[in-house]
Each structure stands twice: as C-alpha cells, then as structure tokens.
C-alpha cells in the first residue's frame, strides 16, 4: 500500500472533518485495555545501501514485535516475527537479522533453565530465498562484500570465551568453522578476518588471519596468554592486539601491544612493545585493555591505555607454635584474649569529609567508572619510542584529526566549584610527538573540541563562540560582529552563562564552522573575517537546523545538497528543507504534523521519513530527493479507524507576567460539541510541542494521554517558564492562567479539573494545590514537597548533591536556603499544606534514587495532622520511575479510579475513601501467590 504524503494530509484533514460532525448516534467504540495490546509502534528502519530495500521494526504493546523487509520496488513485505538487529551487505544482496522469541516461549524456556538463544536470519535479496540458522549470538558482513562471519554462544560456566565462529561464501553457501573465536574483526575495505582464540585451558591461544577469498589461513601469534582487543588501521591492512602479560607479584595483569604491518603484503612487519623492557615506562602503571588501540591515521603510531599496577601485599608469616611447655597460670588467658582481639573485626565506618568534593554516594557510584580510569599513550612504531600524553595534570585527553596534537583538560583547580556551580578546565594543547603541554585557556566552562580538519579549538566564552589556531597559536573571536545571539538568553536556570545553541560542525578543511543561533544557521569563519547567514528563519520564527543523513561524513560539503530540519516555534509545524549551494533554502514538506527521522540510503537518492499526529499513527514515507511525491509504505494501527479517536490544538495563552506562552489541548474521543468535558492537566516545564504527537495506549504508562483521552477527558499540556527563586510560585502563575484560557472555550467543566505531574512535575503539582483551588484532584508521582530538607538530601541515582541541582540547574533557586529562607518556604508544599483542599494522590518507590521518597512521607504526615484528602502510595523496590509491571498496571489503574471518582463521580475504590491496613494487605498478597 502505497500513498503520498500529500494525499495522506489530504485524507487525514478530511478524517478529522468526519470525526468533528459525528453525533451520538454514529459514534465508534472507544478503547479498552483488552485493546492496547495490539497496539503498534515504529522502530528504528533503515535503507538497503540501493536504496531499493527497507527494513523496520514494528513493535506491540503485547511485546509481539516483528521486523518487515519491504521490496520497495514490487511494494511486497515479508514479516519476520521478533526479528531484530537487521543489517544488510554493502552490496544490496543479503540481508540478516536476529530472531528471538516471543515472551511465552523465553519464560517456558526460563522455567525448564534452558539457554535463550537467538536465531538468525539470512535473507536473499535477489531470490527471496530464506535460511535460518540456530544460535547465532552475532554476525558481520565483509564491507567488501561476499562473506558473513557468524559467532556462536560461548560454553556457560567455562573460563574461556571461546566460541565456534562461522564463516559463509555467500556466492556458493559454503561454510568454514573455527573453533574457541572470543572475538573477531573484518579488514575495514579489505578481504582479511582477523580472529582471537581462547581455549579452554589457553592452549592454542593466539591470533588467526583469514582471507576467504583464497581460504588462506596464517597463525600471526600464537601463546598461552590471552589475548584482547584487535584493532585495524582504517583502509589499511595493519593490525594490532593486545597480548595478557600476567605477574604473580602485581594484582592485575598487564598486557604487551603486538602490531603488523602490511598483512596484504609478502613482507610483514611484526613489533612488540613489552613495557617491562622499556626504561621509559613509568614505574608502578601497566597497559590496560579498558581502552580501544588506536592506529594513527598515517599508520605511524599506536594510541593506548595504562593506568596503576598495584603490587599484591605480602602475607604475613605464620607464627611458630611453642611447643617449650605448659604455660604458667594466667599465660595461656591473656594468650588467647589477645589472640581474640586480633580476630576481631575492623570496624565498618565510612568518613564522609565536608571537604569532599565527590560526596561517598557519589564516589561509589563512580567506582567503575574510577576503576576504569587511564592515560592516554602513544607507541610511535618507526622508533618504538613510548610517551605519556595523559597524567594527573590532564586526565582527559582528546586527539586532533590527524593525531599530531592532542587537547587535555585539567579540571583540578575547579573542584571546589562544580560541587555547587558549574564545571571549569584548564586546557592544554599536546605534542603527540615530544609530549610537551602547553595550557591555552583557564576556568573555561563551554569546549566543543577540534575542528575536523584538525586546524581549530572551538569553545565558547562571554556569550561568543573562539577558534583557537594551532599553527599560530591564536584565540579569534568569531562572533563578536555578527547581529545575533548564539547563546539561549532565554534560558530561566539561575546561572551566569547560558547555554548556547551549538552548532553543525565543519565545512571541508575547516574553511567555516556553522553555528546555530536560535532559528538559523551561520556560516561563519574561523578567523572571524566573514561570516552569512545561511537560513533566515528568524522573521517566520522557524527553527533551521542541519540533517546529517551521512554517518561517515567528516565535513559538511556546502557544495552540494544539504537537508535542514524546520520547526514552527509558533506553529508547531515540522518538516524539511534543502539548501543547494548558496541559494536560500527551499521548503520541502512543512506539516500541521510532527515530521521526522530522516535517513538516506547510502548510495541512492532514496529518502525516507515519519509522519505522525496525536490522531495520526506514525507511518513511514519513502521518495526522491525533493521529498514531495513520498510515498506512505506502512500502515501502523490500520485498525484505529474502528474505534473513536481525539483530536489536538494548540492554545495561546499568557502567564501573569504577560509572556507569551502556548499549551497542547488533546480533545477526548467521541467529542460532542456543546457537552462539557473533565480535564486532565499535565504539566512539566516546555510540554506543548507534544501537540503532534502519537501516544500508543498502555497500562504501563502511567499518565498516559490516549488513555486519558479515552475515558473520556481533555488533556491539557501547558507551557511553564520560571522566575529566579521562585519555581512554585512561577508553575502557579503560567497554569492557572493556561486553565483558565481553555475555561473560555466553554468546553470544559470548571468543577472537574485534575491536576497531574512526575518528578518536577509532580513537585508543581503537589505546590500549585496548595496555592489555588482550580483542581479538584490531583496526581503527584515522586514530588519534591520540602525544598528545605530536599536541597540537603542525595541524588542516589548518580550518588551527587541535591543543593547543585537547586541552586543552578532545574531548581533555579540560586542560593542555598540559608540566604533566602522565605524563597523556600513560600515554594514549598509542606509549608503550605494548610491552604490544600484538593484531593491529593502521592506516588513513590522506597528506592527512589533521584527524589527521596521521604519527601512523600514529610508530605503524608503533614497531611495527615492538617487532616486533608491525601493518599500516598508506595512501591516496594522501585525507584523514580516503576519498572516492574504489575505496579505499573497497579499504579496507572488507581489512577483512572482517582481521577474517576473526583473528575467523573465515579464509585469510590475503599483504598480511596478508607485505604487499606497492613494486614488487609497482608492478606491480599497471599490470595495472589495462591
């Protein structure tokens, strides 16, 4: 089924002009949760590098996902059922894919504790031919075409990771096996298979080369160490692996970097750098293999890791027993009393200094990470010199295209102010081939790294973008005459600089770097001696950014066609455009629709995109370069067209303050004009470009606005923006007025409005009922409901302070509450619980790692004493967001039934009116497990 984009809208105008006129007596049935489980969404897809093939993914509510392969050309589909990971042959023949099982068969399989192994497909794009083959874990194409290596699954419960790794001609089906293959890499654009070998018991260990062209097999090394890590030189046959070194006195093992050069060739040259042998070396550190080798573009060098080799601590000597006689009365007592105090326990005590300035959550949450921590190095292989590029003045060290240079941050002399403002470097710049640093900036906050020619350091200071000149050693400010503002000063979180736009990146040899300001693209160039504006969105408020539908691109080519997002910041309409050469961009598509995910098929003009609407099911669309002619190749969630659906729109408002702001109005299905409706508000911070949006229904998604819309409310998503120290207050001064516009509309009935929000959301939820009573219910999932004991508590999640979010980040409170106590006071819930007369449902998981849940308990007992309508309801186990299944069906239920009840006067549940004890609960969960 084939349709255009244009025809789509037409259809889909035409579609909501039907549903509008409906009456009573046409109406469709609305959903029910029997329904949601065949409902469908779309997932990643992607082009045959022809462009004559698409695959993608449709996944169900109900987990009954399948993968369609789509002849483009003849308009068939073939359905493989939980088929995923597609890839096709960089010559358009083959295609493969993953097949797993549907939810049924993995928890019978689970049950009888049989291995889950998935198949594999194997498609013929030429004949339609299908294989599956059993247990396959992962499987490549060679780039150059031909063959398809195919690992199997390793032998659970073995120290090796050895598996069998097949290999497939396929021109003629045949197939070679090699056994005991822990890893495996194609040549990049070449014919060779490098292979590791890890056998049981390690012998036969090495590394393997295959061509299967000529079905040469050579054994380039081969020990009883193991062996990690391959890694090719791009478009070049070098390769380099890391070879385990083990040393009884030392904790870990470290590793030697064994390289070839020239594999395609009669001559081979083969280098080992064994760091133990080298002088050079830093004493105490070892190789490690926690970072990818990296092969100089040139082929010259080898880029590594190493970090501390610790020494394992001696043993202690066992004491000699004495056997000169019995011990005198009163000896052999204290003996042993001392020998007891030996074998006591150390205490378990964890020291948390005011001065730290990762606090122990933190620092234990960033173990692994720390634990993984290493300096940049280089082997220069002509004269097998090693240098240190990374240490402890630059622990984080980035490469410049083309690896002569290296930029290193230095982020030390700044700790004391990212505990609490934002995060400060040093930079430096670092000869990749003496190892010297030089420092080029200070307390530099914004860097976007090197230019992709390698020329220029890109960062951002006071407000302007600077290209830093290596050659010359320059810093330009190449903003500072252009009429614009590349930075958000519309940006209401209470720091000093504000963020900027960013930008698209680099044009061919760095002649121009392009920068976004809010609606347009600049050319601009690095040393700040011209600059065009590429775009000019501004007048029409339309947003232009750029589309990279190459991914192996290294450069932005002005020369040739480039594709723009657009976006109506007004109208919220979304869409393409193309730019060719230096005229003006050229609108492409531009819908009262969300419009997106561009791809191209790598070498064809084939294009292909999604268009949705809150009433509109995404649906792919494929076409030529002008995007026009599309054609619609999915039809996601035919069936709707059998039940009742809601429409959206956008509204105009202003907050108190005058500014303008907007909110989506989702209508509910089977709308009749001249009833009144309940509402749900949801609310966040900038929630209106959902106006175009597609919501699959689900139980599982608690606030979930088809849902919603199907049981019959409006659901309304305005916009807030914020005042400095006033975040409650600010959410009450942008939703009420945004309620009150859409009261006019007559639509709506005043007395049943619900009020609903997560996290933040649920904060300004919790706050903005005890300011007005506009609500007559409300839902707060995880709200923070004392600003006071909140800026003092964790974020468990990431193990960092609160009072940081607070005072620069999503807070906007700006200073601690000591230095403006009355700020927090007034923006805060519990200290404003006496004025709530809303009916307030609270959610929270005891293992919240982002809002403590004791937020929720401070709330309840305040609530209690105030003797207000109030429900907490806490999720054993859970953290911020509830991710097991049945209390998220739990939760999204009780929810229906809150708002059901207050919105609709629907038939209480007793939890509502009377809650439920422990041991009616108690009772409960032991009916279930019978």
Not at 104 to 112: D, G, L, T
Not at 150 to 162: H, L, P, Q, V, W
Not at 417 to 439: A, E, L, N, S, W
Request: aromatic share 12%; net charge negative.
């Amino acid at each position: 089924m084939q349709t255009s984009a244009v025809r789509h809208l037409a259809c889909s105008l035409v579609l909501c002009l039907l549903v509008a006129t409906t009456t009573s007596a046409q109406e469709k049935p609305t959903i029910t949760p029997d329904d949601y489980g065949k409902w469908e969404s779309l997932g990643s897809q992607a082009f045959s590098p022809d462009g004559r093939w698409m695959t993608y993914a449709i996944n169900r509510v109900n987990r009954e996902n399948e993968l369609r392969i789509h002849n483009l050309e003849a308009d068939t589909v073939k359905v493989v059922e939980y088929g995923s990971r597609a890839v096709f042959s960089d010559d358009s023949r083959w295609l493969a894919y993953s097949i797993g099982y549907s939810e049924k068969e993995r928890e019978r399989m689970e049950k009888q504790k049989k291995p889950i192994r998935n198949k594999m497909g194997l498609f013929d794009l030429s004949t339609g031919e299908e294989i599956i083959i059993e247990e396959v874990s992962s499987f490549v194409f060679r780039d150059s075409g031909g063959f398809l290596a195919m690992r199997r699954y390793s032998i659970k419960d073995r120290e090796s990771k050895g598996a069998d790794l097949v290999v497939r001609d396929l021109s003629t089906g045949l197939d070679t096996n090699f056994g005991n293959v822990s890893s495996f890499s194609w040549q990049d654009e070449g014919n060779h298979l490098a292979m590791i070998i890890d056998a049981e018991g390690k012998a036969g260990n090495g590394v393997q080369l295959y061509d299967p062209s000529t079905g040469i097999l050579r054994t380039l090394d081969s020990s009883n160490a193991v062996y990690t890590g391959l890694g090719w030189r791009e478009e070049a046959d070098d390769l380099a692996v890391l070879r385990v070194r083990e040393d009884e006195g030392y904790e870990d093992d470290t590793h030697e970097i064994i390289a070839w050069r020239g594999l395609s060739s009669r001559r081979t040259d083969k280098l080992v750098y064994d760091h133990t042998a080298d002088e050079n070396f830093p004493a105490g550190m070892r190789i490690v293999d926690m970072r990818p080798l990296l092969w100089a573009d040139d082929g010259s060098s080898i880029f590594f890791g190493i970090k501390e080799w610790e020494k394992k601590a001696e043993e202690p000597e066992a004491a000699e027993e004495d056997t000169t006689g019995t011990a005198e009365p009163g000896e052999q007592e204290e003996k042993e009393e001392a020998e007891e105090e030996e074998e006591e326990e150390s205490a378990n005590v964890e020291i948390w200094h005011a001065r730290d300035v990762d606090i122990w959550p933190g620092q234990k949450v960033q173990a692994n990470r720390k634990r993984r921590e290493n300096f940049l190095c280089v082997w220069h292989l002509n004269d097998g010199r090693f240098l240190q590029l990374g240490n402890e003045l630059t622990e984080n060290v980035n490469l410049v295209e083309g690896q002569k240079l290296a930029v290193g941050i230095d982020q030390t002399p700044y700790e004391r102010d990212r505990m609490f403002g934002p995060r400060y470097q040093d930079v430096y710049v670092i000869d990749v081939t003496t190892g010297d640093r030089t420092k080029i900036k200070e307390r530099l906050e914004y860097l976007y790294g090197s230019s992709s020619a390698g020329k220029y350091l890109l960062y951002l200071e006071d407000d302007h973008y600077y290209a830093y000149d290596f050659e010359k050693g320059i810093h330009t400010n190449i903003t500072r005459e252009i009429p614009t503002s590349f930075v958000n000063l519309e940006d209401d979180h209470t720091v000093e600089q504000k963020p900027p736009f960013r930008y698209a990146g680099w044009t061919e040899n760095d002649r121009a770097v392009l920068l976004y300001d809010k609606y347009d693209i600049w050319e601009v160039r690095p040393d700040g001696s011209r600059f065009q504006n590429l775009t000019n969105g501004a007048d029409d408020k339309i947003r232009y950014r750029y589309l990279r539908l190459d991914r192996e691109e290294e450069f932005i080519d002005l020369t040739k066609p480039v594709y723009l997002s657009i976006w109506g910041e007004w109208t919220k309409q979304f869409g393409f455009a193309l730019r060719r050469r230096s005229r003006e961009p050229e609108e492409l598509i531009f819908l009262d629709r969300n419009v997106g995910r561009l791809v191209k098929a790598k070498e064809a003009d084939a294009y292909a995109y999604i268009i949705q609407d809150f009433d509109d099911s995404p649906d792919l669309f494929v076409g030529g370069q002008d995007l026009k002619d599309a054609d619609q190749i999915t039809e996601t969630n035919a069936f709707q067209n059998d039940y009742a659906w809601g429409h959206s729109e956008l509204i105009n408002y202003e907050n108190v303050h005058g500014r303008p702001l907007q909110g989506a109005l989702f209508y509910p299905a089977n709308y009749i004009p001249g009833r009144k409706y309940p509402m749900i508000v949801y609310i966040y911070e900038i929630v209106s470009n959902s106006v175009h949006r597609y919501t699959t229904p689900s139980e599982r998604s608690a606030y979930n606005t088809t849902v919603f819309t199907q049981e019959g409310y409006f659901v309304y998503q305005p916009d807030i923006v914020y005042r400095d120290r006033n975040p409650g207050l600010s959410a009450v001064e942008c939703v009420v007025p945004a309620v009150q516009k859409v009261l006019e509309t007559g639509m709506i009935d005043p007395d049943r409005i619900g009020l609903v929000g997560h996290s933040w959301g649920a904060y300004q939820t919790s706050f903005i009922v005890t300011q007005t009573d506009l609500f007559s219910a409300a839902v707060a999932g995880a709200p923070l409901t004392d600003l006071i004991s909140m800026y003092l508590s964790i974020y468990w999640n990431t193990g960092g302070t609160d009072a940081r979010i607070f005072e620069i980040s999503q807070g906007r409170m700006e200073v601690p509450f000591w230095e403006d106590l009355e700020a927090y006071m007034n923006n805060s819930a519990l200290f404003n619980i006496g004025n709530m007369n809303t009916p307030l449902l609270v959610a929270f998981g005891d293992e919240d790692g982002a809002v403590d849940w004791h937020q929720g308990i401070e709330l309840y007992n305040a609530a209690r004493r105030a003797n207000k309508d109030f429900v907490l309801l806490v999720y054993p186990g859970e953290n911020h967001s509830l991710r097991k299944e049945p209390n998220q069906l739990d939760y999204h239920r009780r929810i229906i039934q809150w708002f059901g009840y207050y919105l609709k006067d629907g038939e209480p549940a007793t939890w509502i009116t009377d809650g439920v004890t422990f041991l009616e609960r108690e009772k409960e969960v032991e009916r279930i497990k019978k």
